[in-house]
């Protein structure tokens, strides 16, 4: 019985090391690189976006560009639909939902980068993806929870004037899918196209 735990345990191990791969992808647009990972079939950004497009609403965390080069710039969800560099595209609703059921329980814990989450709220990072908890900026303009809370658009509408997002948070291991309006302000992650 134990050989078979073993067995089985050793297979998990690989499995999750075959469905991950890791690279890096320098942004033409400004020469900022990312590192990348393959999760399941999916290529993500490791890293939330920092690029300020030439149009649209995207925001420093509190207006301080300090802040940016940890946690990537806030956009607005019109912003985030277009701000990925060719060859990348903002993730789907289903994108995220098949990420979130890839990892499993706690999907939170697994997700978030060992480090820079406040209060002991660091993740294991068991696939590689780095999530950091860039806050989020308010529809009135006003920043909150860096530290505690990392939240991405989709590229999903819910309304005409609202898009679905996916939310890790302290103290909290799992995920949660909200919906928010289009004129708040949350991190990029960008997936790889086909």
Not at 23 to 50: E, H, Q, V
Not at 51 to 79: C, H, I, M, Q
Not at 149 to 167: F, I, K, Q, V
Request: aromatic fraction near 18%.
């Amino acid at each position: 019985m134990k050989a078979l735990f073993f067995t089985l345990g050793i297979s998990v191990l690989v499995l999750n090391v075959v469905a991950q791969k890791t690279g890096t992808f320098t942004d033409p647009r400004d020469g900022k690189t990312y590192s990348t990972i393959k999760i399941d079939n999916m290529t993500w950004m490791a890293g939330n976006l920092a690029f300020k497009p030439d149009r649209g609403n995207y925001w420093a965390f509190d207006y301080n560009e300090s802040n940016v080069k940890k946690y990537g710039y806030l956009y607005d969800w019109p912003t985030a639909l277009s701000v990925c560099p060719a060859g990348w595209r903002l993730p789907s609703d289903a994108e995220w939902n098949q990420l979130i059921n890839f990892v499993g329980s706690n999907p939170g814990d697994k997700l978030k980068a060992k480090d820079g989450w406040e209060n002991d709220g660091n993740g294991t990072d068991d696939f590689g993806f780095k999530a950091l908890p860039g806050g989020y900026r308010y529809g009135d303009g006003t920043f909150h929870d860096i530290g505690k809370n990392g939240t991405w658009w989709s590229s999903t509408e819910y309304s005409p004037y609202a898009a679905w997002s996916y939310c890790l948070s302290y103290p909290y291991g799992n995920a949660s899918r909200n919906f928010f309006g289009n004129q708040w302000g949350f991190s990029v992650r960008c997936i790889q196209d086909f």
